[in-house]
């Protein structure tokens, strides 16, 4: 088993850091000999779509005519994921959302032609599904009664990862990090991590 492990929290002491590398132990344990490959867009982020980038996407020509160096970023990030037989990532809630850093690799990963197929019916995914792990860490409430803020973090992540073709994701939250004292982090790490389901994964 390969496990692609991507990390988007700036913070190295960060809530969503331990819950992803938790989860990666938990899948290793389940699968012993696992090979994990390591994805840290907190602290290596990648650039923003360049221009070059950009009008290669921006027609059937345009993605013939590109050079192989506008596609060569997109094409190492896809095939990191196409090795993967999981994904687990570890990412905060910024302003709602996923964190720019996060959305930056999207912007690699989502390319008509490459890994979405346009259809009539709506965009089709062209890789293989498997299982997504996503730890997130709030510091507010985002679900259920409590919810004081929108949530366009997971309707989003749903949406992107589905029209690739990865639609079997677990979300994990990890909310009220703001509130927590330093005797409570332990404990709401672990409630958080006890709800991680590997049925059929390993
Ligand atoms: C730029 C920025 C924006 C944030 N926006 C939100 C937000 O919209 N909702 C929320 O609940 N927390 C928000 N937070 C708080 C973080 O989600 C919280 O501190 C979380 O624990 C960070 O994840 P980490 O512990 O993995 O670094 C924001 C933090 C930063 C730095």
């Not at 570890?90 to 979405?116: C, E, Y």
């Amino acid at each position: 088993m390969t496990i692609l492990h991507i990390d988007c929290s700036p913070r190295l002491a960060s809530h969503s850091r331990w819950l992803s590398a938790a989860i990666v132990d938990k899948l290793v344990e389940a699968a012993p000999g696992a090979a994990v490959s390591r994805r840290d867009l907190g602290t290596a982020p990648l650039p923003h779509a360049s221009p070059d980038y950009a009008v290669a996407l921006s027609s059937p020509a345009a993605m013939r005519a590109a050079a192989s160096a506008a596609l060569d970023l997109s094409e190492q990030l896809i095939g990191e994921v196409e090795v993967a037989d999981a994904i687990v990532i570890g990412t905060p809630m910024h302003n709602f959302t996923v964190p720019s850093v996060l959305k930056a690799w999207l912007d690699q990963l989502l390319r008509v032609g490459r890994t979405i197929m346009p259809t009539p019916e709506g965009k089709t995914g062209m890789l293989a599904d498997r299982p997504v792990f996503i730890g997130i860490a709030a510091g507010g409430v985002f679900t259920g009664e409590g919810a004081n803020q929108p949530d366009f973090l997971t309707p989003y992540l749903t949406a992107a990862f589905a029209c690739v073709g990865l639609k079997s994701l677990q979300f994990l939250p990890l909310q009220a990090t703001a509130f927590l004292e330093a005797d409570e982090v332990a404990a709401a790490r672990n409630r958080t991590l006890a709800a991680l389901d590997l049925t059929g994964v390993a």
